[in-house]
């Protein structure tokens, strides 16, 4: 069982905006930044936002996240067929001494 | 161009030993820590192990603590993980993944990652 929490699912038409949620607690989101990966069966998975809200280069600006306290979120805006994936929350856990990922959402483009 | 590449993947018996490499290229390898993130069939991403960028520090998952250790080599610009004690429940894609900062901790991201290599412990 994850430490993270997220829906396992989340979907919308082509254009809608989706938001994903990541729940933690004091000792890893609330303590630390929470980073959100970009996983497609078969592919390395890729970095997507670290830091909360910052976008590496390359990530379209339809991507954005935020962070509250001890939880997080991911947005997709402008819903694409391939932003089909799974995507994972994760963050550094201070009372664990470990890196945790949360269970994955897997985000379907109706 | 920041390459990272598994190998040393394959079939071996419940209670065996298996050596993963990963081959990095393209930056410094000094200059970074570095982990070994894992998939099991059917399952999410699951963080196993990093080590700092000289390997003086080094940490586990608790499922894998006493059974797997992670390594580096400076001057071959090489991850390994030796993953001995083999259970039918850590097969899985193995993948390396590269820190952005030369110690874990706080702050910590995976920049940049490989394709994997796939595992499987069965009888």
């Known amino acids: 069982q994850s430490v993270l929490t997220q829906p396992s699912s989340a979907s919308g038409p082509p254009g809608q905006r989706v938001t994903i949620s990541c729940s933690g607690n004091?000792?890893?989101?609330?303590?630390?930044?929470v980073n959100w990966y970009q996983h497609l069966p078969g592919t390395a998975p890729k970095l997507l936002i670290y830091?909360?809200?910052q976008r590496p280069s390359g990530v379209p600006n339809r991507f954005s996240a935020s962070k509250s306290g001890t939880s997080a979120s991911l947005a997709i805006s402008g819903l694409q067929s391939e932003d089909e994936a799974e995507y994972y929350c994760?963050?550094?856990?201070?009372?664990?001494?470990?890196?945790?990922f949360g269970g994955g959402t897997k985000v379907t483009v109706l | 161009e920041v390459q990272l590449v598994e190998s040393g993947g394959g079939l071996v018996q419940p209670g065996g030993s298996l050596r993963l490499s990963c081959a990095a290229s393209?930056?410094?390898?000094?200059?970074?820590?570095m982990h070994w993130v894992r998939q099991c069939p059917g399952k999410g991403l699951e963080w196993v192990s990093a080590?700092?960028?000289?390997?003086?520090?080094?940490v586990q998952a608790d499922s894998v603590k006493g059974r797997f250790t992670i390594s580096r080599d400076s001057v071959k610009n090489i991850l390994y993980l030796q993953m001995d004690s083999l259970r039918v429940e850590d097969t899985a894609l193995y993948f390396c993944?590269?820190?952005?900062?030369?110690?874990?901790?706080?702050?910590?991201?995976?920049?940049?990652w490989g394709p994997g290599t796939l595992v499987t412990v069965a009888s």
């Open positions: 993944a590269r820190d952005k900062k030369i110690l874990y901790g706080s702050g910590t991201y995976l920049d940049f």
């Open positions: 393209g930056f410094t390898f000094d200059d970074f820590a």
């Open positions: 994760a963050s550094w856990d201070d009372s664990l001494n470990v890196v945790i």
């Open positions: 004091i000792s890893n989101i609330g303590g630390s930044t």
């Open positions: 830091r909360n809200t």
């Open positions: 080590i700092s960028w000289n390997s003086a520090d080094r």
